[in-house]
Every structure is written in C-alpha cells, then in structure tokens.
C-alpha cells in the first residue's frame, strides 16, 4: 500500500466475508453497498444484512441504500437507514426511474442532519445541484461514477476535476469516485484531489502489491502462462 496516497479507499461490495477481509487489513477507510451488489451477494434480508454489517464495523463510514423509487417511500427508508448507526450514510440516487430529480427529497433529509451520500451521478449540472442542496454542518458524499462515464468513450478526467472544484466550495462535501475499473484509478483520484474512491475487492487486493518490480511481475506472467500449460496439457508438436 503505497502510504503517500491521500484519497481514501472505501471498499465497494456486499459480501461480509469480503468486507470483514478488507477490514482487517486497514487499507480501507469506509465502505459502500448498493442494491445490485446485494443482488449479486445473495443478500436477502437488507435490514438484518445492514445491522450486521454496523455491528462488526462501528467505526467506520457506511454506506446503505433506499430502495423505493417514489420520494415519499424514500424518505421513510432513510429514517430507518439513518437509524442503524451514528456511522450510517443513506444513499440516495440523484433521480428515480422516471427521471424525476431527488433534490427536494435531499434538502429534507439534508434539514434533518441526516449525512447522505448521493449516488448515480454523471454529469457536472448534477454534481452542482446535490452541493448546493447540501447542508454544511453534516458530513456528505457526492458519488460521481468515474467509470460509467469512461464506458461511453468520455475522458472522466475533465469531469472529475471540475467535480473537486465544486465539493470544495462547500464544507462537509466530500467527492468520491465511483465505480473504479482499474488500480491505477487511485492514483487518478488522488492527483486531482478527489476525497475518496470505491474499489472492489480485487482492487483492494492489488493495493498489497503496489510498487513490485515490473521485472518481477514480467517472470510472474510468464510463470502463471505456464502453469496454465501444465495443468491443461496443451501441446503444439
């Protein structure tokens, strides 16, 4: 883990197991979930998951989802959200399915004290309409997926830093880059000053083998390529 980085790693998932691994070995410094995660999880029971989930990591931040797609279910979900733990954070999906925005229901839950962490974001208009409905005495997340905007052929970079720029003009606004595809997205994130990044487990992982020798990562190649041909039993002659 390189120690000089200073955006935070949040590790994204919905597998205890993965989560409690990740953990433990104090490269993260918070977590995120989302509906689809759980889904591919096998999670069940999304109250019954989140409460375990805020009993092995108190001490950390912690991200859970409403799952309505109407405003008024919304905020009934967050009440509940927010009552799992000082440590909790209600993520919150800048629009419905019907592209109706989530702004009003932010603000009220904003007026309640209530730290959100605003999810699905793409565009630098949204960015800029979830900080201003922000309320500055609470600590907030503004999740801008970084990734998705790449999987459509746009540099994210431009986007990213005009987002930096934007969260610093509010107090308790803090940027994170989402839906990260490769390790060399911390470094990405870092650079511009983004306050935190999602990384899956496996990106987790790669963090304990940062700065090898490229060398060796070379002869690791090729002694991987080779136990492959072993243990398949390929033959060209």
């Known amino acids: 883990m390189d120690n000089n980085l200073k955006v935070k790693i949040y590790a994204d998932g919905a597998v205890l197991s993965d989560m409690l691994s990740a953990y433990q070995s104090g490269f993260v410094s918070g977590f995120t979930t989302n509906p689809s995660l759980m889904k591919k999880a096998g999670v069940t029971d999304y109250v019954a998951f989140a409460q375990e989930v805020v009993e092995e990591i108190p001490d950390l931040p912690l991200s859970f989802e409403v799952f309505a797609d109407d405003f008024e279910t919304m905020e009934k979900e967050a009440e509940k959200i927010h009552s799992f733990g000082p440590n909790v954070f209600i993520k919150i999906p800048i629009t419905n399915t019907k592209g109706e925005s989530s702004i009003p229901l932010i603000r009220k839950l904003e007026a309640k004290g209530y730290s959100l962490n605003v ?18 005495e609470v600590e907030n997340i503004v999740s801008v997926f970084a990734g998705r905007i790449a999987d459509t052929g746009r540099d994210p970079i431009p986007y990213m830093k005009k987002s930096v720029a934007i969260c610093r003009s509010k107090k308790g606004a803090n940027l994170l880059w989402a839906s990260s595809r490769e390790l060399f997205n911390v470094y990405e994130a870092d650079r511009l000053g983004v306050d935190i990044i999602t990384c899956t487990p496996e990106i987790v992982g790669k963090l304990k083998k940062v700065g090898k020798p490229l060398e060796q990562v070379s002869l690791d190649t090729v002694k991987g390529f080779n136990k492959d041909i072993q243990a398949l039993g390929y033959s060209i002659l």
């Open 119 to 136: 999810t699905a974001i793409l565009t630098t208009e949204q960015v800029e309409a979830t900080v201003e409905a922000l309320n500055p």
